[in-house]
């Protein structure tokens, strides 16, 4: 069975009659009789009714009739999706990730990698809380987001990638005279001012500093809390106090602060509304996904720095 073959065998059932549908497809006659002969002879049961000058359609043509109109209207879907895709390359693809991430290595190369097959794709990017990218994804100001895992539980009506694991870390300010203690320990810092994004902000980031309280034995006397990441990240920078935050943030390559990795994490998702209407969404996705693994962006940082318990 072959696409020629439904499209000879929908034609008759419209003209019923093998000459009037010749004409109308611009073939020769015997060419529709070979086709449908060897349609009925394929999946073994007549489809009409041969009178001298017209023919109508058999029970078994009847079912067929039915199923073949679905394949060929789930055919032309297709191709005018595919079209989408492949012809209409005005288009363009938002995506929006978390304040603060470094991640602008890992984009470069994913959109350069795209572009070779879609050239005329224009690319949009933007930063956010968490909180805002997921409303911008319902509001349709957003295709995809990275952002993380606390943030879209509650969303099933949104698909989702597995992007990778940050850990958590600290930052303290290359200038603080503790940390230049021998036999320095994280204990050291417990009088100093704890910076953190404000629990209405970053619900998740309250309850991972609570965990590290606990597991580490002592509260801090004194907490900051930061409106944004920016405000996060220029208060450690300056030597506010010991700032909270994970190994995607561009603390990580600061020459002012020194990194101390925890021994706790979150989840980092690519998220999209699952009835996007950019069909190219899925794909970049899964490129994104692909280049991080290929490039090691792990959630590490580098070298240089310290782990902890």
Known sequence: MNSLQIEYFLALTKYLNFTDTAKALYVSQPAISKQIAALEKEIGFTLFFRSNRNVSLTPAGMIYLKTFKQINELYSEAQEQAQAIYSEQNSKIRLG???GMELSSLLSKVFTSFSTQFPSIQYHLERHTPQ???????NGDLDVAITL???????????????????????????????QKDNFSITDLKDETFISLAPDIMPSADKSIANFW???????KKMHYVPNVESLMLSAEVGLGVAFGDTLLRLCSSSLLRNFELNTSHNIYLVWKKNTTN?????????VVEFS?????????????????
Do not use: Q, W
């Open 97 to 99: 990730c978390v304040e």
């Open 132 to 138: 805002d990218l997921v409303s911008a994804l319902y």
């Open 149 to 179: 895992e606390p943030f879209i539980e509650d969303k099933p009506d949104l698909s989702r990638i597995f992007f990778m694991k940050a850990k958590h870390m600290l930052f303290v300010s290359v200038n603080n005279p503790i940390i």
């Open 214 to 220: 606990e597991k580490n034995g002592f509260y801090p």
């Open 279 to 287: 069909l190219l969404i899925p794909s970049l996705a899964k490129l």
């Open 293 to 309: 693994k290929a490039m090691s962006v792990v959630a590490s940082p580098d070298s240089a720095a310290e782990t902890t318990g």
